[in-house]
């Protein structure tokens, strides 16, 4: 399984920024891809941005230009760079895997963080 940890979430102020960095740890061949969803009450779970390991990236219209997902293969760690954060920006935000498992090496198991809070408010 893998396990993963969130932090860096927190309140900050519109126009502010925050790092939310996500570890990866637990039994696994590989993880192909990483990234971040959010949800925000009464709305559905969203991509925000994902990066497999060899760089490719997605990202969501609304944070182009204002998030960076960055990945450090090393560390099997994930970072999102979050700057000009506006309040539509609040939610909870996922950290999420896509892992290569021994007893299966298809990249196609997929696992969650238990989440961070962002919150944009002034």
């Known amino acids: 399984q893998v396990q993963l940890v969130e932090s860096g979430g927190g309140l900050v102020q519109p126009g502010g920024s925050l790092r939310l960095s996500c570890a990866a740890s637990g039994s696994f061949l590989s993880i192909d891809r990483m990234g971040w969803y959010r949800q925000a009450p009464g709305k559905q779970r969203e991509l925000v941005a994902s990066m497999t390991s060899s760089g490719s990236t997605n990202y969501a219209d609304a944070v182009k230009g204002r998030f960076t997902i960055s990945r450090d293969n090393a560390k099997n760690t994930v970072y999102l760079q979050m700057n000009s954060l506006e309040p539509e920006d609040t939610a909870v935000y996922y950290c999420?895997?896509?892992?290569?498992?021994?007893?299966?090496?298809?990249?196609?198991?997929?696992?969650w963080g238990q989440g961070t809070q962002v919150t944009v408010s002034s």
């Open positions: 999420n895997a896509v892992a290569a498992m021994a007893w299966d090496p298809t990249p196609a198991h997929i696992y």
